[in-house]
């Protein structure tokens, strides 16, 4: 037993890297197409307390220790050091990129959906040892909210604590939320992101509808 | 409800957002194939059950996904301590 393990080892690990979104025929599905937002929004009114857009974005998981070889060949690809103080997120000079810290060994990479195959190549090409990144994009949604009552919402969906004092923005935390989970990152004064599973997407759109209705709802296609 | 402080995310959080996973401190047999029965058997099923300081393993499920260890008084319910794991506790019952 240990043998064989000890042979499995010793072989180099396949690199696989999937394009998935090889080409215009396979377009990107929403997990919110069936609700039409652009149709909504084109009937929504635009003085909403709230206001609810998704956001279609590549997304990819990096678990690592990295040594100091590896921070800098990751420093190298994304730009940016990846944050290393707990709830801290960090983005690009250009916007681009967004990393997001998730856990001591965890980070949430968000670029453009059309740069996730780019930057997975890159990072099997560049960085040795013991890395894991996986484009999770397909598996996730970005949820952006803003608006004067936003935090109201938020308030009534999770147990977090969004004082200013708490809760600055850049913050990132992961949480409950409305009995699902969520990654809520504060984006800027007025804006937060919401990056939940694909397979909630519809049950939290309905509730984010419920929820925001006192304050109305203004929906961005 | 617990307000719970987990040493990697560096902050309080509700209790809603952890789980608790029983008795911390708690070592898997190195060889278990040479183990006897008993002593497997007690690292399987047989757990202390304190009244007073009880060393515990929890998880922050819905956070940093990380487990830690929680010092917490059976009785009255406070939380005396949260260290990582590989850690010692530093209040432990007399
Ligand atoms: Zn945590």
């Given at each position: 037993?240990?043998?064989?393990?000890?042979?499995?080892?010793?072989?180099?690990?396949?690199?696989?890297?999937?394009?998935?979104?090889?080409?215009?025929?396979?377009?990107?599905?929403?997990?919110?197409?069936?609700?039409?937002?652009?149709?909504?929004?084109?009937?929504?009114?635009?003085?909403?307390?709230?206001?609810?857009?998704?956001?279609?974005?590549?997304?990819?998981?990096?678990?690592?220790?990295?040594?100091?070889?590896?921070?800098?060949?990751?420093?190298?690809?994304?730009?940016?050091?990846?944050?290393?103080?707990?709830?801290?997120?960090?983005?690009?000079?250009?916007?681009?990129?967004?990393?997001?810290?998730?856990?001591?060994?965890?980070w949430l990479l968000q670029v453009p959906q059309d740069k996730a195959f780019e930057l997975e190549s890159r990072f099997f090409a560049?960085?040795?040892?013991?890395?894991?990144?996986?484009?999770?994009?397909?598996?996730?949604?970005?949820?952006?909210?803003?608006?004067?009552?936003?935090?109201?919402?938020?308030?009534?969906?999770?147990?977090?604590?969004?004082?200013?004092?708490?809760?600055?923005?850049?913050?990132?935390?992961?949480?409950?939320?409305?009995?699902?989970?969520?990654?809520?990152?504060?984006?800027?004064?007025?804006?937060?992101?919401?990056?939940?599973?694909?397979?909630?997407?519809?049950?939290?759109?309905?509730?984010?509808?419920?929820?925001?209705?006192?304050?109305?709802?203004?929906?961005?296609? | 409800?617990?307000?719970?402080?987990?040493?990697?995310?560096?902050?309080?959080?509700?209790?809603?957002?952890?789980?608790?996973?029983?008795?911390?401190?708690?070592?898997?047999?190195?060889?278990?194939?040479?183990?006897?029965?008993?002593?497997?058997?007690?690292?399987?099923?047989?757990?202390?059950?304190?009244?007073?300081?009880?060393?515990?393993?929890?998880?922050?499920?819905?956070?940093?996904?990380?487990?830690?260890?929680?010092?917490?008084?059976?009785?009255?319910?406070?939380?005396?301590?949260?260290?990582?794991?590989?850690?010692?506790?530093?209040?432990?019952?007399?």
């Amino acid at each position: 037993m240990s043998e064989t393990n000890q042979e499995t080892l010793e072989q180099p690990p396949i690199k696989l890297v999937m394009n998935q979104l090889p080409d215009a025929n396979v377009p990107f599905e929403s997990p919110l197409h069936h609700v039409e937002l652009t149709k909504i929004a084109e009937h929504s009114g635009s003085q909403g307390g709230v206001v609810f857009r998704e956001l279609s974005l590549g997304l990819l998981t990096l678990r690592c220790t990295p040594n100091a070889e590896q921070a800098a060949s990751i420093e190298g690809i994304l730009g940016v050091a990846l944050p290393s103080n707990p709830l801290t997120s960090i983005t690009s000079a250009n916007g681009e990129l967004t990393v997001m810290w998730i856990s001591p060994d965890e980070w949430l990479l968000q670029v453009p959906q059309d740069k996730a195959f780019e930057l997975e190549s890159r990072f099997f090409a560049e960085v040795s040892g013991h890395v894991s990144l996986v484009n999770v994009s397909g598996g996730m949604t970005v949820f952006e909210l803003s608006g004067n009552d936003v935090v109201k919402v938020l308030k009534k969906s999770t147990p977090i604590d969004f004082h200013d004092s708490e809760f600055p923005v850049g913050k990132v935390v992961s949480s409950i939320f409305a009995k699902s989970g969520a990654t809520i990152c504060r984006t800027s004064e007025q804006t937060y992101q919401l990056v939940v599973r694909r397979s909630f997407a519809d049950y939290l759109w309905l509730w984010l509808q419920d929820a925001s209705k006192e304050y109305g709802l203004t929906v961005m296609g | 409800m617990f307000h719970i402080f987990c040493p990697h995310c560096g902050e309080y959080r509700e209790e809603e957002e952890f789980h608790a996973k029983g008795e911390a401190h708690i070592a898997r047999p190195l060889d278990p194939d040479a183990c006897r029965d008993e002593e497997w058997g007690e690292f399987l099923y047989f757990r202390t059950n304190p009244r007073g300081i009880h060393h515990e393993l929890w998880v922050h499920a819905a956070g940093c996904r990380k487990f830690f260890n929680i010092t917490r008084n059976t009785q009255t319910y406070e939380i005396l301590e949260v260290y990582k794991l590989g850690e010692m506790p530093s209040v432990v019952a007399e």
